[in-house]
Nanobody, 126 residues
């Protein structure tokens, strides 16, 4: 079992950058794919991207490709999400999740993931 905790959210001005972290408070990411999702007020949850912890392979959602980066921080035993050139449209609750690489279905779907954090709020001011 893996318990996920996100950190790094906050209020940021448009054009700025932010780095969110997802750590495993219990268990480890070994053998999992760690994904990031976001949900803006009144909108559906959106796939941001994911990373296979074992080989660091990353895959990004179309709407954020080009201004995010996902990677592993071995020192912190965390998966980070960096968002650059933030826009007010990036305002959302960002949540990380972990899933088994052997799961069937789409890695872009929230149902593919089994373990979830509580999320961290990112607010971008114009």
């Amino acid at each position: 079992q893996v318990q996920l905790v996100e950190s790094g959210g906050g209020l940021v001005q448009a054009g700025g950058s932010l780095r969110l972290s997802c750590t495993a408070s219990t268990g480890s990411f070994s053998g999992y794919v760690v994904g990031w999702f976001r949900q803006a007020p009144g909108k559906e949850r959106e796939f941001v991207g994911c990373m296979n912890w074992s080989n660091a392979f990353t895959y990004y959602g179309d709407s954020v490709k080009g201004h995010i980066a996902i990677g592993r921080d071995d020192a912190e035993n965390a998966v980070y999400l960096e968002i650059h050139d933030l826009k007010p449209a990036d305002t959302a609750v960002y949540t990380c999740a972990a899933g088994d690489p052997l799961n069937s279905g789409s890695i872009r779907s929230s149902g593919w993931y089994f373990y979830w954090g509580l999320g961290t709020q990112v607010t971008v001011s114009s």
